[in-house]
């Protein structure tokens, strides 16, 4: 008998993308109804008058694989890849278009922050919902109840409702019941992009406990430091197809070569936000100034130029930006309010000018981590928006790169003077 805890046999999972017609911002319903009557008589005919109109989407296809009992298995792709569709399929929390999951055990899943929390319910009363979510007795909940809030470190805030917490309580709490109620099968995704650094390492500490207990952990992070920490294997999803399953090196080495296909512009509406984010400022859009195809030559200054929204007037107004390694280190971590003081922002469409000066980065690729703040709190964050390369150049030559490691080079001044005899 086989000893898997996971198998996925033929996987795929479709969706149907419905395109308006252009020049129809409005449907009143007279016209749905209309249109639906016309159908009947012209199959193929949408709502909106055209043919054509729905399009076929599969978000994974013939995905197979098989994970054994106490693995943990880093699941890695580039956006887009399928990575959230198979692990919400795993979960349950959708049903494949095609293909079998078989699972062994229960299966507790980290999908964003605060997964099945309710807002009006206090912490304390989110850790017991969860873990009746997860099938278990209130006797086995209370006797990891303790365990839980001091994992969490919210024990001041246990009996105020989790709508009032910030986006770290929140990652904390939901954290902690995932991983102590005990599942056999531990499912994380991209969580770990919210907290601080020493909330990652404990995290990263206790999913390391929970495979060495026996029980599974499936890992999907762009951060590649982290799961090369946290996974011996590796399954390697690109364009919903998996690309290659084997050791977590060679799965890291397989990813870092794909090549990214980002438009010059970069659509973020879509793209994933840790919760809670306030939202009344969104991020729209981000492209690379002067380059269409995201890159830069060693020397060229990176400048990028974010669209953003808000829809209510605020104060404190600053956007973070932060510059990542492509697996994951930050480098370097700067805010608007370090050159600009903007006291209020007026509802209405903006664009960020941003440009690095200073030094170089090295030849290589980088990513890059946007967030939106003001008084009242965190507007929105993405983290990971978009990638770039740098490129090698004539400068690079000159500076001898390829000579020493690092990632960023900067400008100092050298001088040499003849050293005066003591004692004159």
Not at 11 to 20: D, P
Request: hydrophobic share 40%; with cysteine; glycine share 8%.
């Amino acid at each position: 008998m086989s000893d898997f805890t996971i198998k996925a046999e033929g996987l795929g999972k479709k969706y149907f993308l419905r395109h308006q017609a252009a020049g129809r911002q409005y449907v009143a319903l007279r016209d749905v109804l209309t249109e639906k009557a016309k159908s009947l008589f012209s199959p193929g005919r949408g709502a909106s008058g055209n043919r054509n109109t729905v399009e076929e989407f599969w978000a994974l296809k013939d995905v197979s694989f098989e994970v054994k009992q106490g693995e943990a298995v880093g699941i890695i792709g580039r956006n887009g890849a399928g990575k959230s569709t198979l692990l919400k399929l795993l979960s349950r929390i959708t049903e494949p278009t095609k293909g079998r999951i078989r699972l062994r055990g229960r299966v507790a899943s980290l999908l964003e922050v605060g997964t099945g929390f309710h807002p009006e319910l206090t912490g304390r009363e989110n850790i017991f919902l969860n873990g009746a979510v997860l099938g278990m007795a209130r006797a086995e909940i209370k006797k990891k109840f303790d365990e839980i809030v001091a994992f969490a470190e919210v024990e001041k805030f246990l009996d105020t409702p989790v709508k009032r917490y910030s986006s770290g309580m929140y990652m904390r709490l939901a954290f902690a019941v995932a991983a102590h109620l005990e599942p056999e099968i531990l499912i994380v995704d991209e969580v770990l992009a919210v907290g601080d650094l020493e909330f990652q390492k404990k995290c990263l500490g206790k999913m390391e406990d929970v495979s060495k207990g026996g029980r599974t952990v499936l890992f999907v992070s762009h951060n590649m430091e982290a799961v090369r920490r946290m996974c011996p294997r590796g399954i390697v999803l690109n364009q919903g197809k998996v690309e290659m399953v084997g050791s977590i090196k060679e799965a890291i080495d397989c990813y870092l070569k794909q090549k990214a296909t980002q438009n010059p512009i970069v659509d973020l509406s879509a793209m994933f936000r840790p919760l809670p984010v306030r939202l009344k400022a969104r991020l729209n859009t981000v492209r690379m100034a002067g380059t269409d195809d995201w890159s830069v030559a060693y020397g060229e200054q990176p400048k990028f130029e974010v669209d953003l929204t808000t829809s209510a007037t605020l104060s404190g107004f600053e956007l973070v930006t932060c510059l990542l390694t492509i697996t994951g280190t930050e480098i370097t971590t700067s805010l608007s309010t370090h050159t600009l003081t903007l006291e209020k922002v007026e509802p209405g469409n903006y664009i960020f000018d941003v440009r690095y000066e200073g030094w170089h980065l090295m030849p290589g690729r980088y990513s890059l981590r946007l967030a939106l703040i003001s008084t009242a709190g965190g507007e929105d964050y993405i983290p990971r928006v978009c990638e770039f390369e740098v490129r090698s150049s004539d400068l690079s030559a000159k500076h001898q790169t390829d000579r020493f490691e690092g990632m960023l080079v900067p400008t100092v001044q050298y001088n040499l003077r003849p050293k005066k005899p003591e004692g004159l």
